[in-house]
């Protein structure tokens, strides 16, 4: 999978204007290249503590996909960009991939 593209964006559910944008990039950019999928979306049953937990251990989780696909040939990597403190989960994002080279494009 050396021209596939890495996506690492939150996908529905819940139904939210980003998750919906994500899932709409997908469809357009997989009927031309292959693509793998990390999901960055947390459940919406999780809140306070549990919630910035979970998405912890999604970005760290998807951190992990980045070395698997760059170990596997894969080259670029495209981020869905958090506001607020999610910002902390995309710069670490960005930075793996960043150490691994290849193309990064934020969204």
């Given at each position: 999978?050396k021209?596939g593209l890495l996506?690492?964006?939150?996908f529905?559910?819940p139904?939210?204007?980003?998750n919906?944008?994500?899932?709409?990039?997908h469809?357009?950019?997989s009927t031309?290249?292959?693509?793998l999928?990390?999901?960055?979306?947390v459940?919406?049953?999780?809140s306070?503590?549990?919630y910035?937990?979970m998405r912890?251990?999604?970005?760290?989780w998807?951190?992990?996909?980045i070395?698997?696909?760059?170990?596997?040939?894969?080259r670029?990597?495209?981020?869905?960009c958090n506001?607020?403190?999610g910002?902390?989960?995309?710069?670490?994002?960005?930075?793996?991939?960043?150490?691994?080279s290849?193309p990064i494009?934020?969204?």
């Amino acid at each position: 999978m050396k021209d596939g593209l890495l996506i690492i964006a939150p996908f529905p559910p819940p139904v939210t204007g980003m998750n919906v944008i994500s899932k709409a990039f997908h469809d357009a950019i997989s009927t031309r290249l292959p693509v793998l999928v990390a999901n960055a979306s947390v459940a919406p049953k999780y809140s306070g503590i549990a919630y910035h937990f979970m998405r912890a251990m999604r970005c760290l989780w998807s951190c992990l996909v980045i070395l698997l696909w760059k170990l596997r040939g894969g080259r670029a990597a495209y981020v869905s960009c958090n506001g607020n403190f999610g910002l902390i989960y995309t710069i670490l994002q960005v930075v793996t991939a960043r150490i691994l080279s290849g193309p990064i494009y934020l969204h």
